[in-house]
């Protein structure tokens, strides 16, 4: 084997130093780094609370709960007036035979009509608790119930008409209304058109308010069976205080002025 020479040696020495000074090096340069990371890392919580001392300066009003600030922003939107209500209506009737199928003020033709005190339109009846829960007036029940024989087979136009009233003296304006009958048979698509112009008519609407959908169930449940019709609506509606308005009518501008939507003449009758 061949001797190992003192060459040899002295270079295995520096090799082991020159490692020995760069994990030196390593280890200083970690150091540094770390140093410098806590400094940036103290200097950023230091900065977030005066931010966050600033903030409450500025906006006392984030120290306030969540609920607080909303109820303090309803109050203040109910004294402006300036505030959109939301209403969902639902109503369901039973078919039956010897009885006319009314829906949206059409009667459409089939077998079997719906069972109510009235004409049971349940399309107009899920509208008008729409409109009556949006202006938190209660519901149809509570304005015609069945106990009353005044509204025995009576149209539900009629009732939606004075509905349109109920939200007229509370200085409510429709916005939209949304709705859709759920009926397995017959076919709807064909009367829907005349449905909106009915409802938009009675109440003062365009007819791009009005939207009315139709759809089945699969033949699940008593409405895929048949044995029923019920329908869905949900209306928007605004209050007329955050408007200025003059309360006089001109024949030329068809209503009062500044408003073409009341459908009203200078008489105050209905055009």
Not at 149 to 172: N, Q
Request: aromatic residues 4%.
């Amino acid at each position: 084997m061949p001797e190992e020479t003192e060459e040899d040696g002295s270079e295995e020495e520096m090799d082991e130093e020159q490692e020995e000074d760069e994990d030196i090096v390593q280890i200083d340069e970690k150091e540094e780094k770390e140093e410098v990371t806590e400094e940036v890392t103290e200097e950023k919580v230091q900065e977030h609370q005066e931010e966050s001392e600033t903030s409450k300066e500025m906006f006392p009003r984030r120290q306030a709960s969540i609920s607080q600030c909303h109820r303090e922003n309803n109050k203040n939107n109910r004294e402006r007036g300036a505030i959109m209500r939301v209403g969902l209506g639902y109503d369901v009737h039973k078919l039956t035979e010897g009885r006319d199928l009314i829906l949206g003020g059409v009667k459409i033709p089939y077998e079997k009509g719906l069972l109510g005190h009235s004409d049971a339109d349940v399309l107009l009846h899920a509208i008008m608790d729409a409109l009556l829960g949006a202006a938190a007036l209660g519901d149809i029940g509570k304005h015609f119930p069945d106990t009353d024989e005044r509204y025995r087979g009576i149209s539900s136009m009629e009732l939606l008409k004075h509905v349109g009233k109920l939200l007229e003296e509370k200085l409510y304006l429709i916005e939209n209304i949304d709705a859709t009958i759920i009926a397995q048979r017959p076919k709807m698509l064909p009367y829907i058109e005349q449905m909106r112009e009915n409802i938009a008519e009675v109440l003062g609407l365009e007819k791009e308010q009005i939207n009315i959908k139709a759809t089945t169930e699969e033949g699940l449940g008593f409405t895929g069976s048949g044995e029923g019709i019920s329908s869905q609506a949900i209306c928007a509606i605004e209050s007329m205080r955050t408007m200025s308005y003059q309360v006089f009518a001109e024949e030329s501008a068809g209503g009062c002025q500044g408003c073409g939507g009341c459908r009203k003449t200078s008489e105050g009758t209905e055009r």
